[in-house]
């Protein structure tokens, strides 16, 4: 397996001018999922932050929380290799706008999709595990990421279990 360095409980990168993601690296971060807390890891393909070119292989787990958030002056993109998850469009008051529900290729479901503008969004992944290529501009910095005043923070488990429960019912399983 390719050497990688973890540099936080659910951040790794390879630091590689040549990298491969094969199914025992996925294996891998499926493993490191499950010793999360927020039930999340990523593999990043670039080198620091700084990146102009942020590139990531990330793995969430069923019931990982992403509360809603926008990046101005950012675009994203997702591709699906292997699992379900729903992606989740907001108006500025919390209104669902949009829900683009994802899976790997010959799903039936859309597998890749871009997102352009800034507008808040979240992801609800849908199967045990879901891994997907994201791909965005950086540098990244957190400050810069607004988080929804109107969804809960991550550290109010029960009430972001309750959001999501609502979002499903009432957007996706319909």
């Not at 807390?37 to 070119?53: A, G, T």
């Not at 683009?100 to 039936?108: A, D, E, V």
């Not at 045990?128 to 809960?152: D, L, M």
């Amino acid at each position: 397996m390719m050497k990688m360095e973890q540099v936080s409980k659910e951040a790794f990168y390879t630091r590689q001018s040549i990298t491969e993601v094969n199914d025992s690296t996925v294996d891998f971060l499926r493993g490191k999922v499950d010793e999360s807390p927020r039930k999340r890891v990523r593999l990043c393909l670039h080198d620091d932050v700084e990146n102009p070119l942020h590139e990531m292989a990330i793995v969430l787990g069923r019931g990982s929380y992403i509360r809603p958030h926008k990046h101005e002056g950012k675009t994203e993109s997702f591709h699906i290799i292997e699992g379900r998850l729903s992606v989740v469009f907001f108006d500025d008051q919390g209104r669902v706008e949009k829900v683009i529900r994802m899976g790997p290729c010959n799903s039936g479901l859309t597998f890749f999709y871009r997102l352009a503008t800034s507008c808040f969004h979240s992801v609800i992944p849908e199967s045990e595990y879901v891994i997907f290529h994201e791909t965005t501009n950086g540098p990244f910095n957190p400050e810069e990421t607004e988080y929804a005043k109107w969804a809960p923070p991550e550290t109010a488990e029960e009430k972001a279990f309750e959001y999501v429960e609502v979002l499903l019912a009432n957007h996706i399983r319909k």
